[in-house]
């Protein structure tokens, strides 16, 4: 019997393989727009589609970022600048990236742009903290995705979300978290509604990367700064220790960053230029053999894992 089942597990192994090997071709005719390749795993997909021969339209938030990209890649390379907060920013990308696909549309969308900060715990935040991530990360690819949808159906192209293993479970607090959850349910009702079009939409659900997003001066600014102007009777409730064990924490986080950032972009690659997409890539060993399985768990198992940290030891109140 235990043949039968190894035997099934290696051809359902094998298919997929081959599947996945499989690449579209006349990759150096198709238009992808990436947001945030300024730095990170936009900066890096932007070099490598660029390296591929694909027809790279890189949007920058800086012009000094754009300038840098254009200077590292090809003459193919075409750079533009776009804060995703503005919809008047928004929509002159569309205009721009319309004059540039013409009537070929456009192959691929890559929402990548995103920030992580403030984050603290979520009493230590206001409002304004919350929005400031969602604007960007939720509501700012809401929009790109609208606004380029009319030349992505032209194509029958591709859009790219670039998700978390956050968008799966929430352990620390601030806007991040929701906001990663939010492009998990919005590339979910887009996948359902673009189908029909042609158009596919799959999700990068990273885990652990050492970009500006995980930097660990970032995180103790953060931190130092919702703690500052905590009023004394929270300050008190939660005890000095316990924001010194946040900051540890942070610290402690930095070695389980991996520096190999090509593990995302390969996936965004493969979503890209594959016949067969996937729905959904986990990218990294953490988010693949400990945060996705996990995910899965009974909720008293992840509040077993996660929720020693947020106890508070001493009686300060
Ligand atoms: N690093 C990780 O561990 C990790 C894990 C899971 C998911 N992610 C996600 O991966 C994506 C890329 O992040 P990253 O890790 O590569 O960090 P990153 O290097 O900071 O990249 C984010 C990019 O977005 C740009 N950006 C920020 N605000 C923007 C705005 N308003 N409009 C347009 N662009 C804006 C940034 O520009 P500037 O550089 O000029 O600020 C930067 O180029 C984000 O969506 C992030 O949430 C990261």
Redo the contacts with the bound molecule.
């Keep these: 019997m235990w043949f039968y089942v190894a035997a099934l597990l290696g051809f359902f192994f094998l298919l997929r393989w081959y599947r996945d090997k499989q690449v579209l071709r006349n990759l150096t005719e198709k238009y992808v727009f990436i947001?945030?390749?300024?730095?990170?795993?936009?900066?890096l997909l932007a070099r490598q589609l660029d390296s591929r021969g694909l027809r790279v339209l890189g949007?920058?938030?800086?012009q000094e970022?754009a300038e840098k990209l254009k200077g590292a890649t090809s003459e193919r390379l075409q750079t533009t600048l776009?804060?995703?907060?503005s919809t008047e920013?928004v929509a002159k990308a569309t205009e721009w990236v319309k004059n540039c696909v013409g009537e070929k549309g456009l192959w691929g969308l890559v929402?990548?742009?995103?920030?992580?900060f403030p984050c603290a715990p979520n009493e230590w935040l206001t409002k304004e903290d919350f929005k400031k991530i969602i604007?960007?990360?939720l509501l700012?690819m809401i929009d790109v995705t609208i606004h380029m949808l009319p030349l992505l159906r032209r194509a029958k192209g591709r859009i790219v979300n670039?998700?978390?293993?956050?968008g799966r479970m929430a352990f620390f607090g601030g806007g991040?978290c929701p906001s990663?959850y939010g492009v998990e349910a919005f590339s979910d009702s887009l996948r359902l509604e673009m189908a029909t079009f042609g158009v596919k939409v799959c999700i990068?659900?990273?885990?652990?990367?050492?970009?500006?997003?995980?930097n660990e001066k970032l995180v103790h600014d953060s931190f130092n700064n919702s703690w500052v102007r905590l009023p004394q009777e929270v300050k008190k409730a939660y005890g000095e220790s316990f924001f010194q064990r946040m900051i540890q924490g942070a610290t402690d986080m930095q070695s389980k960053?991996s520096p190999n950032?090509s593990l995302?972009t390969n996936c965004m690659e493969h979503a890209l230029t594959a016949v067969h997409p996937r729905t959904r890539y986990s990218a990294g060993s953490d988010a693949k053999y400990f945060f996705i399985p996990l995910s899965y768990m009974p909720t008293w198992m992840y509040d077993l894992v996660f929720g020693g940290a947020y106890r508070i030891k001493e009686q300060h109140a």
């Design positions: 947001t945030g390749c300024d730095s990170g795993f936009g900066n949007a920058c938030l800086t970022g776009l804060d995703v907060r920013s929402n990548n742009a995103g920030i992580s604007d960007i990360n700012g670039v998700s978390s293993i956050m991040y990663k990068i659900e990273p885990g652990y990367f050492r970009t500006a997003v995980t960053c950032l995302v």
